[in-house]
């Protein structure tokens, strides 16, 4: 049985063979962009912002 000693090998081989394929075979899709709809950010909306109101621990509580 080598093919049982070899079975992380094969699976590899396998999966590269796979991926090669499935690589080789795809389509890309061409890259449309779009300027029609400006991007823009409102003034009114804030970045949330949190505060830690908490002393610092010694190092001899931290022990």
Same mark, same amino acid.
């Given at each position: 049985?080598?093919?049982?000693?070899?079975? $992380? =090998? +094969?699976?590899?081989?396998? =999966? =590269? +063979?796979? &991926?090669? #394929?499935?690589?080789?075979? *795809? $389509? #890309?899709?061409? &890259?449309?962009? *779009?300027?029609?709809?400006? &991007?823009?950010?409102? /003034?009114?909306?804030?970045? /949330?912002?949190? #505060? +830690?109101?908490?002393?610092? &621990? #010694?190092?001899? $509580?931290? *022990?």
């Amino acid at each position: 049985m080598n093919a049982m000693k070899h079975m $992380e =090998a +094969i699976f590899f081989v396998v =999966a =590269a +063979i796979g &991926l090669g #394929t499935a690589f080789v075979t *795809s $389509e #890309t899709q061409p &890259l449309v962009v *779009s300027a029609d709809r400006p &991007l823009f950010i409102h /003034p009114d909306v804030h970045m /949330p912002v949190v #505060t +830690i109101a908490a002393k610092r &621990l #010694t190092p001899a $509580e931290k *022990s």
